[in-house]
């Protein structure tokens, strides 16, 4: 039993029917043991996924703050090769991403043929803080549910892989969490006052990510609910996810991988019976 919700499409999500603070029957030692195994897989598979070159992965990691998003892929990304790894961080846009339509920034930061995109929060911000605080009139951003579907179906036809999930923790576990960076010197760095803002308007953004689960979770480009009170706990749901997703692929990549092989074997049969042909030596 997968431990991340799949939202099913065309569903209405109600976030408080999601325990945040889920263990899946697991302790913490057990849990961990099987995300190591799991971690190790993933490895593999990002390997064939670079090497046969005919998909790419995007996940869209998304949360309130303090929810783990950096934490998540610091420890899901832990085993894979950094060479085929691509995480873009999405911030306020600038001027010039204000100038264009609102994926404009982020389609030219998708994930090529062979490379493992995270999105660490993404364009869900614009139906998100930008909702929220009202940066956009509310025809726009209503409209950008369906751009984003859109957006989403385009990438999974060129052979994208788009899994996306929502870290769903609890309004007092992220008390909680503000509170510890400013108790250890060694995470004060991460304190914004702004944090601290933005929780003034935590049902506004629970009704936000509501609204974008249920109505951007698709066949092609689904959302998970991931129980993220527990760090160890996020960090299993998410590589269950992307270990299943990708294991359906892996017959595809080695099947590539083999034809690869193949055509590069010809060429060298070939190039050698040219040389034998032509009595040459090298
Ligand atoms: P993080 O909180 O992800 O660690 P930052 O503290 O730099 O990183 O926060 C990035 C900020 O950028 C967040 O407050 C987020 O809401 C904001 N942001 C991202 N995308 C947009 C957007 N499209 N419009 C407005 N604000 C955005």
């Given at each position: 039993m997968p431990h991340a919700h799949l939202v099913k499409p065309g569903t209405r999500v109600r976030l408080k029917d999601y325990d945040t603070r889920e263990n899946g029957g697991l302790d913490k030692e057990a849990g961990q043991a099987r995300f190591a195994e799991l971690n190790a897989e993933l490895d593999a598979l990002q390997e064939e996924l670079h090497a046969a070159g005919t998909h790419s992965v995007l996940m869209v990691l998304q949360g309130m703050d303090t929810s783990?998003?950096?934490?998540?892929?610091?420890?899901?990304?832990?085993?894979?090769?950094?060479?085929?790894?691509?995480?873009?961080?999405?911030?306020?846009?600038?001027?010039?991403d204000l100038a264009h339509d609102f994926l404009w920034r982020v389609h030219k930061v998708t994930p090529g043929k062979g490379i493992f995109g995270v999105f660490n929060r993404s364009h869900y911000e614009d139906v998100l803080v930008v909702r929220v605080h009202g940066l956009a009139p509310e025809p726009v951003w209503k409209a950008r549910y369906d751009h984003i579907n859109a957006?989403?179906?385009?990438?999974?036809?060129?052979?994208?892989?788009?899994?996306?999930?929502?870290?769903?923790?609890?309004?007092?576990?992220?008390?909680?969490?503000?509170?510890?960076?400013?108790?250890?010197?060694?995470?004060?760095?991460?304190?914004?006052?702004?944090?601290?803002?933005?929780?003034?308007?935590?049902?506004?953004?629970?009704?936000?990510?509501?609204?974008?689960?249920?109505?951007?979770?698709?066949?092609v480009a689904p959302w998970y609910i991931v129980p993220a009170d527990r760090k160890w706990f996020r960090n299993l749901a998410i590589s269950e996810v992307l270990v299943d997703t990708l294991r359906g692929y892996r017959d595809h990549w080695r099947g590539a991988l083999e034809d690869l092989s193949q055509a590069k074997l010809a060429e060298l049969e070939a190039y050698r019976n040219l040389l034998k042909e032509t009595g040459r030596q090298v």
């Open positions: 783990g998003k950096d934490g998540a892929i610091r420890n899901v990304m832990t085993n894979l090769n950094p060479q085929g790894v691509r995480v873009e961080s999405f911030k306020v846009p600038t001027d010039e957006f989403e179906s385009l990438l999974a036809d060129s052979g994208t892989i788009v899994l996306k999930f929502f870290l769903h923790i609890s309004k007092d576990e992220q008390e909680q969490r503000l509170h510890e960076r400013e108790k250890e010197v060694g995470k004060a760095w991460k304190l914004s006052a702004g944090d601290w803002r933005e929780r003034e308007l935590w049902d506004q953004y629970q009704e936000a990510y509501e609204d974008a689960l249920s109505r951007c979770s698709t066949e």
